[in-house]
């Protein structure tokens, strides 16, 4: 028998698991919340306000929150978006894993950038 | 090996030919819903660097037809992807043994979807306060 | 008191020599509240139409080699009852994702293949002499791998993987089950060897846990549980082999 290759799906499958909690555990509040529960004024007045929002993201834990939501939902996404080509009968190979996890880099990238290294 | 005249019956549509299939692509539907909602937390991540004026365009946004729409969409997938992760997740993990039992795969099962439910109520009560 | 219902069963019929495709042919079968999936189709070999091929053996879901599609779901013939479809129908097709060898019988080759490459069988570095006795396993040992080793290799389970279906390199739901059943045996000192297999796209990284083997086997294994474990086992051999020498693989 041929000598088997080590796959490197444990990277992303890790990734995508992470991401499976952030969407299981955290994204149906989120999505309630910033969706549907602010826009129909389910919420306070001063709710998701600017100035709140603000001291959100400039604190620390706060950003790292939001950092690791949008960031992990990504990975969880993207992960199941590539397989699902090979499910439709697409097969998009490498290719396939360079657009949907570089996009996921991509937007972990950007997450990072807006949310630490940019001044408030 | 074989010189057999065999038949391979074609893949096409299977997802189409059983429930638990369409079940399953559902499910995998749902990332494309997921990673369109990190993509709205993104742009609101942006729109608040970029000052109130932004902030309240995104919130603008937020409140059209249009996007209570899609979210309706998104938080159904959100559901259902959680139910079918929680579903699932006793077979990813070690089985837990505690005093000598095995904990039933229903009770884990269980466990996660309160845990779920009370994330929800805390940061609704979170955001709702003001 | 007597109960002579008649029920259509539709069967998927294939000859290798005389046919391009399968085509399905339509038989009435009488039946009673005993008569499995497995007697009707004896009914249309003895009775109806001598060249009907299947395989079975046991009549007793242990041997594993009644295998069929039932209205599209994959079953022991001989644990399926005919008195559950009435007054419905039945369609009767080989085992999804083999190829037909003739009308009901697919060759199963490949998964004999793979089940080979799994090692299926407990490895040691050094066998203790039989004068010093069996191996002795606490019984939380043995529950860490006693489903797994349930397996009757029916193949009801590749039938229910599509991964499997679109590209059947993968090594599939019952051989896996049985490598992480030698992997989690206290017993086993093997896993080093089998570990590439595991780590491999071939391996549990063609799994998608769709899961729906682990509801059509008959004999409770959950083979998806024991995929995503082995997914589990292979993510920490793949990030600890940088830790330690061995590759995170014990023993
Ligand atoms: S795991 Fe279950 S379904 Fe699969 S071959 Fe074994 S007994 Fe059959
Ligand atoms: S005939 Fe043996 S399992 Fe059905």
Redesign the interface.
């Given at each position: 028998?041929k000598?088997?290759?080590?796959?490197?799906?444990?990277?992303f499958?890790?990734l995508f698991?992470a991401g499976?909690v952030v969407?299981?555990?955290?994204?149906?509040?989120?999505?309630?919340?910033?969706?549907?529960?602010?826009?129909?004024g389910?919420?306070?007045?001063?709710?998701?306000s600017?100035e709140r929002?603000?001291a959100l993201?400039s604190s620390l834990p706060g950003a790292l929150f939001?950092f690791v939501?949008?960031s992990l939902?990504?990975w969880?996404?993207?992960h199941?978006?590539n397989?699902?080509l090979?499910?439709?009968?697409i097969k998009a190979g490498l290719g396939g894993k360079v657009i949907f996890y570089g996009l996921a880099l991509v937007?972990t990238m950007?997450?990072a950038y807006?949310?630490f290294a940019?001044p408030? | 090996m074989s010189a057999r005249n065999t038949y391979v019956r074609p893949m096409s549509g299977w997802y189409r030919r059983n429930p638990h299939f369409l079940a399953y692509m559902l499910r995998e539907l749902t990332a494309v819903f997921l990673a369109g909602y990190a993509g709205v937390l993104l742009a609101g991540v942006i729109a608040l660097t970029r000052g109130p004026d932004a902030y309240a365009a995104f919130r603008e946004f937020l409140s059209s037809p249009l996007s209570v729409g899609l979210h309706v969409l998104i938080f159904i997938a959100a559901l259902y992807n959680a139910y079918t992760w929680f579903k699932v997740s006793p077979k990813a993990m070690p089985p837990i043994v505690l005093a000598g039992r095995r904990i039933p795969d229903r009770v884990i099962v269980g466990s996660q979807l309160v845990a779920c439910v009370l994330v929800f109520v805390a940061m609704l009560l979170l955001a709702g306060m003001s | 008191m007597p109960d002579r219902r008649e029920i259509d069963i539709e069967v998927m019929r294939y000859n290798p020599e005389t046919d391009s495709e399968p085509y399905i042919q339509s038989f009435r079968v009488p039946f009673d509240e005993d008569t499995s999936v497995l007697m009707g189709l004896q009914y249309i070999k003895d009775h109806l139409d001598g060249s009907l091929t299947f395989r079975w053996s046991c009549r007793m879901a242990v041997c594993g080699s009644c295998g069929k599609m039932v209205n599209g779901v994959p079953k022991l013939s001989c644990k399926a009852f005919l008195r559950d479809y009435y007054p419905g129908k039945l369609r009767i097709e080989p085992l999804e994702h083999f190829p037909i060898v003739r009308d009901l019988a697919v060759d199963q080759t490949d998964f004999l293949e793979k089940l080979e490459a799994v090692k299926p069988w407990i490895i040691r570095k050094d066998e203790k002499p039989l004068s010093e006795g069996t191996y002795l396993q606490t019984p939380e040992e043995v529950s860490s791998y006693l489903q797994f080793s349930s397996c009757i290799n029916c193949l009801l389970c590749y039938s229910a993987c599509p991964q499997y279906g679109l590209d059947n390199s993968f090594t599939g739901p019952a051989a896996l089950s049985l490598l992480h059943r030698y992997n989690a045996d206290s017993r086993d000192e093997g896993k080093s060897e089998r570990m590439p297999l595991v780590n491999s796209e071939e391996g549990v990284w063609g799994c998608t846990l769709v899961g729906y083997c682990s509801e059509v086997c008959p004999k409770q294994v959950d083979p998806a549980a024991a995929v995503n474990r082995g997914k589990v086992n292979s993510t920490m051999d793949y990030f600890l082999r940088f830790l330690t020498p061995r590759g995170g693989v014990d023993s």
């Open positions: 028998m000598p088997m290759k080590r796959s490197n799906e444990p990277i499958w890790s698991g499976g969407a299981s555990l955290v994204a149906p509040a989120l999505v309630f919340i910033t969706g549907l529960a602010l826009p129909l389910l919420l306070g007045p001063d709710a998701l600017y929002m603000l993201v939001l939501v949008i939902l990504l969880h996404t993207m199941r978006i397989h699902s090979h499910d439709i009968g937007g950007a997450a807006f949310l940019t408030l | - | -």
